[in-house]
């Protein structure tokens, strides 16, 4: 249905309020199939909210638009079918704590997409196995260490197909011996062609994976370009800024 070069998601002029306080102004940006986009700003620019809109986990204004493999995201019935192809990936990694790894990488394919449970338990063992965890299929959640968790967290997300993966700090609330594991993982998904959306304060992954950076700052798209030009030659003085305290 979708001409081959639509964008696979597309949003246009995405406002968000909370009260009185404007946290997305008026928000355009378009994201290829494939493509890495990997968006950083400070606290509080509006990064977790601007993916989180898009699959309709925050309410955004009604004159914004965001469409999804040309679906329009909206509260209703459409909803269930935006969700389905839009993989997250939080901060705190959300497991199941009273199921295994592999129960908590089987259920979503199982009770949303009705797939049967020997079927949904071969794709599970394959998708730990690609993320370097297929051992651990038997374990609990909570007798594995943090990047493991992640990286489960991970692998149920891909269990529902998606069309785009969205993260949100994926690294941040990690040990630090523990980042590198998840990232490797990250920069072979991205290698694959899974299209991608990333929260991240991990800049040397952006600078390396990114095929776009975005920089965010009060609730504004400030810059947007290759890595190489967001790193190397920043146009705008708050992108230089911040570069310079993070760098
Ligand atoms: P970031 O992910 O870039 O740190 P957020 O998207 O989480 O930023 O938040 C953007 C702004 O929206 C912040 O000023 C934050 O305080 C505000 N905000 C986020 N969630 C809420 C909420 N539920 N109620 C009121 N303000 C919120
Ligand atoms: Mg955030």
């Given at each position: 249905m979708t001409a081959t070069n639509a964008p696979l998601i597309s949003i246009r002029g995405l406002t968000k309020a909370y009260g009185t306080f404007t946290v997305l102004h008026g928000i355009d940006l378009d994201i290829a199939e494939g493509e890495v986009v990997c968006v950083i700003g400070p606290?509080?620019?509006?990064k977790s909210t601007l993916i989180r809109c898009i699959n309709h986990l925050e309410a955004f204004a009604p004159e914004s638009r965001i469409t999804v493999d040309g679906i329009t995201v909206e509260p209703g019935p459409s909803l269930a079918k935006v969700r389905a192809e839009v993989g997250m990936v939080f901060?705190?990694?959300?497991?199941?704590?009273?199921?295994?790894v592999l129960k908590n990488v089987m259920l979503a394919p199982m009770r949303v997409r009705g797939t049967p449970e020997k079927e949904a338990e071969r794709k599970a063992r394959e998708l730990l196995a690609r993320v370097g965890?297929?051992?651990?299929?038997?374990?609990?959640?909570?007798?594995?260490?943090g990047g493991q968790q992640q990286r489960v967290a991970i692998a149920r997300a891909l269990a529902m197909e998606p069309r785009v993966l969205l993260f949100d700090e994926p690294t941040s609330a990690l040990d630090p011996e523990m980042v590198g594991e998840v990232l490797d993982v990250m920069r072979k998904l991205a290698g694959s062609g899974v299209t991608m959306i990333v929260v991240t304060h991990e800049m040397g992954f952006a600078r390396q994976v990114a095929d776009r950076v975005i920089f965010m700052d009060g609730g504004r798209l400030v810059e947007s370009g290759p890595p190489e030009d967001i790193f190397d030659s920043p146009k705008h003085e708050r992108t230089r800024g911040f570069l310079r305290a993070v760098l």
């Open positions: 606290s509080g620019s509006g901060q705190s990694f959300n497991l199941f704590p009273h199921m295994t965890i297929a051992e651990q299929a038997e374990k609990f959640p909570g007798q594995l260490s």
